[in-house]
């Protein structure tokens, strides 16, 4: 593993220091191996582990490309440790949600455009009437999608939707179990988009923040963790 772990790093620095940017071919397996005085069975576990993080891209037959390296990207690796959480570390995950969308919807409301709230606005009235508790939590996750890429920082997004495949069983058990839970969700939502849509940052931040933590705090009394 320590000579793996060395191939690796020495193809990051590669990338680090510019030698390889995003869409380049790297050189061919016995030429590389040379160079960074590997062998070509630890040069290809670490092409290997690379590729796994979405660093690398192997094209049979073409060769090994160095990815786009955009933050969704990369940051989709972190999305699959997250679904293997148990359902108490959960509540981490919407304390770091707490932080972060409050946040990121207060830089929405300065940075969407006129078309970009209109767009907001079509998916709040996309919802039925009375929707099903799956058709409520895929609109919730398109609403907070759609803020997430106003904030105009795609690292941020990408955290934000990396956090929101671990909180949607929660959500969608918080849909079948509590009372009231699809209206207080209907009612928040606007409330954020009207605030957002009135440019008032400061209190779409306070929305969003209340909408997260309401269902934080449901969930701890549902885990018995308060």
């Given at each position: 593993?320590a000579v793996t772990d060395a191939?690796?790093?020495?193809?990051?620095?590669?990338?680090?220091?510019?030698e390889?940017?995003?869409?380049?071919?790297?050189?061919k397996?016995?030429?590389?191996?040379e160079?960074?005085?590997?062998?070509?069975?630890?040069?290809?576990?670490?092409?290997?582990?690379?590729?796994?993080?979405?660093?690398l891209?192997?094209?049979?037959?073409?060769?090994t490309?160095?990815?786009?390296?955009?933050?969704?990207?990369?940051?989709?690796t972190?999305?699959?440790?997250?679904?293997?959480h148990?359902?108490?570390?959960?509540?981490?995950?919407?304390?770091?949600r707490?932080?972060?969308?409050?946040?990121?919807t207060?830089?929405a409301?300065?940075?969407?455009?006129?078309?970009?709230i209109?767009?907001l606005?079509?998916?709040l009235?996309?919802l039925p009437?009375?929707?099903?508790?799956e058709?409520?939590v895929?609109?919730?996750l398109?609403?907070?999608?759609r803020?997430?890429?106003?904030?105009?920082?795609s690292?941020?997004c990408?955290?934000?939707?990396?956090?929101?495949?671990?909180t949607?069983?929660?959500?969608?058990?918080?849909?079948?179990?509590?009372?009231g839970?699809?209206?207080?969700?209907?009612?928040?939502h606007?409330?954020?988009?009207?605030?957002?849509?009135?440019?008032?940052a400061?209190?779409?931040?306070?929305?969003?923040?209340?909408?997260?933590?309401?269902?934080e705090?449901?969930l701890?009394?549902?885990?018995?963790?308060?």
């Amino acid at each position: 593993m320590a000579v793996t772990d060395a191939a690796i790093d020495k193809i990051k620095q590669m990338i680090v220091s510019g030698e390889l940017a995003p869409g380049d071919r790297l050189p061919k397996e016995a030429d590389l191996a040379e160079r960074l005085g590997l062998s070509r069975n630890s040069l290809r576990e670490a092409v290997r582990a690379l590729s796994l993080i979405n660093v690398l891209d192997v094209r049979q037959g073409d060769g090994t490309y160095v990815t786009s390296l955009e933050p969704r990207l990369l940051l989709d690796t972190m999305s699959f440790v997250l679904d293997l959480h148990r359902d108490d570390t959960v509540i981490q995950f919407f304390e770091v949600r707490r932080i972060l969308e409050p946040a990121a919807t207060a830089m929405a409301t300065e940075l969407m455009t006129d078309a970009d709230i209109d767009a907001l606005r079509v998916i709040l009235e996309s919802l039925p009437e009375r929707p099903t508790v799956e058709e409520l939590v895929a609109n919730d996750l398109q609403f907070h999608h759609r803020i997430a890429q106003g904030s105009g920082n795609s690292v941020l997004c990408s955290f934000i939707e990396s956090l929101s495949g671990p909180t949607t069983r929660a959500r969608i058990w918080r849909g079948l179990t509590q009372e009231g839970a699809m209206e207080k969700t209907r009612e928040q939502h606007t409330a954020i988009y009207e605030a957002i849509a009135a440019r008032q940052a400061d209190v779409a931040r306070a929305w969003a923040t209340v909408h997260v933590a309401g269902v934080e705090s449901w969930l701890r009394r549902a885990l018995e963790l308060d």
